[in-house]
């Protein structure tokens, strides 16, 4: 890894070994940036405060050997990445201002690809992740993940009925809860479709009934003035002296007709008066029929009006005219069926909520079953692990239990608690020497034992689920003497199948590294190129001499030193 303007790093390049390798330094001399680095690289949280003061950015570029054919690779490849070699250029920029950028094989990539990859390729833990270690959550977690498909296989048949089951609980609920409401405008639905049927409007008929009642209401005048206008045009039979139109207009194409062949614009407006005639003729035909049919009866009169004011008192209700009546109508049949059907959706529901109990509980049972299986073998090789560790008379179980809930499901004969990870609860638990009792370890272990057992879980993990690369920082914390010695000497048996860097103060677990680093500031607080070194030969001496004793030049500290390193090369 190359590392620029992070922290107390100015530029650096971290080479770490292929095997075992253990970062040492004084206090606050930038160890744990080396940490941080390689967590920017896979996809960490960007801090903008990581930034150097007075930098514009902080870089950090690393070169990362994949496995030909493994998952990384694909994932990679599908992210546009291009492998050299078959290792992997991976980039990530932090801006002073916050920005983030990620490159992955020459390609800009989403951070959350880096993060992706990370779960494949790097084991990362420190003193956080073993607080994490004390949630039962987490506990959990690892027993699964150690377990391997005997338990996500069911859960995740589980996980998709828990989901069904909460989605149908939720729609069930809200029927059930609104029932009333739902009821009361079923009512007032039916009771407005039952006022429409009853009046059987027909489209467009109060527009018709409006037209009738405003010609039925002036049927007097109507009729006089379509008589006036006939005589006016036909005549009048009752006063043989009186002159009509029509009568007028044959006179005057009869005067046109004698002359039109002299002249064709004559006979063109005697051709005119002629199609007037017929018009007139037509028209004062048309008003005598008119006059004919017009009803003048009351009673016809009367029944509009009645017909009409049942109209109205729909459109006051329901819609603007009847068109708008009648859709309201077919909108509220159709709610209304589907309100009428809430009693089968209930019941329909309510069985299939009883049905996904019922598949959970089998599904719950079988997940008990794989873990509590899972838990025995997963305790007794994190014991044989302790017992490598200077423990040899810690005893690790799991306690995998449940907890009563009458509105659960059944497991083993007992109704009991069940959320989306199944009905267990599941507890590490430590006995540090024999007669002890067996203790969660948030309460039994002191932070040596803590730091132990995660060592413990991650290398039996390393047997079942292996990942490339394990990162430890100060893994070792709360821990000296015999037991840092044990832990270096298990850290260098991991580093056998896996690389394994560790960040660490003890000289004990530094003597079994492969390779040695020394991170070192400068006079000016920073720490540069030649601030991080391989330490070999008479160097590595004098850094575990100061790791154990303050003083490089000490020849007490140096023999202790060389003895350590002579104890590792012999393990090795």
Do not use: C
Request: hydrophobic share 45%; charged share 25%.
């Amino acid at each position: 890894m190359r590392i620029r303007s992070l922290g107390v790093i100015d530029d650096a390049v971290v080479e770490l070994s292929p095997g075992f390798t253990a970062v040492t330094g004084e206090t606050g001399a930038g160890k744990t940036m080396v940490v941080t680095s390689l967590g920017l690289l896979l996809g960490g949280r960007a801090d903008p405060a990581l930034v150097r003061i007075g930098a514009k950015a902080a870089v950090v570029e690393g070169r990362i050997a994949l496995r030909p054919g493994s998952s990384a690779v694909l994932r990679a490849e599908e992210a546009g990445a291009e492998l050299d070699d078959g290792t992997l250029l991976v980039s990530r920029t932090v801006s002073a201002e916050g920005r983030s950028r990620a490159f992955l094989g020459g390609r800009s990539v989403p951070v959350g690809v880096l993060a992706e990859l990370a779960d494949e390729l790097v084991a990362v833990h420190g003193q956080t992740d073993q607080q994490g270690l004390l949630r039962p959550a987490r506990q959990r977690e690892a027993l699964d993940r150690y377990a391997g498909d005997a338990v996500a296989g069911p859960l995740a048949k589980y996980a998709g009925a828990y989901r069904r089951l909460r989605a149908v609980a939720v729609e069930l609920e809200e029927l059930i809860t609104r029932a009333r409401e739902r009821a009361q405008e079923a009512d007032l639905l039916r009771f407005g479709l039952d006022e429409i049927a009853a009046v059987e409007p027909l489209p467009g008929e109060d527009a018709e009934l409006a037209a009738e009642a405003e010609r039925l209401g002036h049927a007097e005048a109507l009729a006089s003035a379509a008589a006036l206008a006939h005589a006016a045009l036909a005549g009048n039979p009752e006063d043989p002296e009186s002159v009509d139109g029509a009568t007028l207009v044959a006179g005057a194409h009869r005067a046109l007709e004698s002359v039109r062949s002299h002249d064709p614009a004559l006979a063109a407006l005697a051709e005119r008066i002629g199609e007037v005639a017929i018009l007139l003729g037509d028209v004062a035909g048309e008003l005598a029929g008119y006059a004919d049919d017009l009803d003048a009866d009351p009673l016809r009169l009367a029944a509009v009006e009645e017909r009409r004011a049942a109209l109205t008192a729909l459109t006051r209700k329901y819609g603007e005219d009847i068109t708008a009546v009648l859709a309201w109508a077919q909108e509220g049949a159709a709610r209304l069926t589907e309100l009428d059907g809430d009693d089968d959706r209930i019941e329909q529901l309510t069985a299939e909520r009883d049905g996904l109990r019922g598949e959970l509980s089998l599904l719950a049972q079988e997940l008990t079953d794989a873990r509590t299986e899972a838990a025995a073998r997963f305790a007794e090789a994190v014991t044989a692990e302790l017992a490598s560790l200077a423990m040899p008379h810690a005893r690790v179980s799991f306690a995998v239990g449940q907890s009563e809930d009458p509105e659960g499901v059944e497991v083993g004969g007992r109704t009991v608690a069940y959320g989306p990870t199944g009905a267990d609860e599941v507890e590490l638990l430590l006995a540090p020497h024999p007669g002890a009792p067996a203790r969660p370890i948030a309460k039994g272990a002191s932070g040596g034992e803590l730091s132990r057992v995660m060592l413990a879980v991650e290398v039996v993990f390393a047997g079942t689920d292996p990942v490339p690369t394990y990162l430890f920082d100060e893994v070792d914390a709360g821990v000296g003497g015999k037991a840092a010695v044990e832990i270096g000497r298990r850290l260098a048996k991991l580093a056998k199948s896996a690389q394994v860097v560790v960040v660490t103060h003890l000289p004990q677990v530094a003597a079994f590294a492969d390779r040695q680093l020394l991170v070192e500031k400068t006079n000016d607080g920073t720490v540069t190129r030649s601030g991080v070194t391989v330490l070999e030969g008479e160097n590595r001496v004098r850094e575990l001499s100061r790791m154990l004793a303050g003083q490089e030049d000490s020849e007490t500290a140096r023999a202790h030193a060389e003895e350590l390193l002579a104890t590792a090369r012999a393990d090795g």
